[in-house]
């Protein structure tokens, strides 16, 4: 069974930085790849960032690409989502999801239950 623990969100001014966190009980963590994907409010779930099992490939949204940095620890079994420049569309329910593979090109098998990012002007 998949459990995935966010952390770290808040409420942040525009301009500001928050780091997420990820704690993620899988017992072959290395062998998916990992992502974070995010949904305001009246607006569809869309992936902000992922990253391969061995970290070597990622993918960004456009809007948040120099912005967000994706990255893991295998050892901990942990992602994070580094947030810089924040802006206030930035706001949303941020979630971490688990790959059904090690590629980012496969589909996400599961996520978290959220945490939420409020960017203010």
């Known amino acids: 069974q998949v459990q995935l623990v966010e952390s770290g969100g808040g409420l942040v001014q525009a301009g500001g930085s928050l780091r997420l966190s990820c704690a993620a009980s899988?017992?072959?963590?290395?062998?998916?790849?990992m992502g974070w994907l995010r949904q305001a409010p009246g607006k569809a779930r869309e992936i902000v960032a992922a990253?391969?099992?061995?970290?070597?490939?990622?993918y960004y949204l456009d809007s948040v690409k120099g912005r967000f940095t994706i990255s893991r620890d295998n050892a901990i079994h942990t992602v994070y989502l580094q947030m810089n420049s924040l802006k206030p569309e930035d706001t949303a329910v941020y979630y971490c999801?688990?790959?059904?593979?090690?590629?980012?090109?496969?589909?996400?098998?599961?996520w978290g239950q959220g945490t939420q990012v409020t960017v203010s002007l």
């Open positions: 999801a688990a790959y059904g593979s090690r590629k980012i090109e496969g589909a996400i098998g599961s």
């Open positions: 899988i017992r072959t963590f290395s062998s998916h790849a």
């Open positions: 990253i391969s099992w061995s970290g070597e490939s990622t």
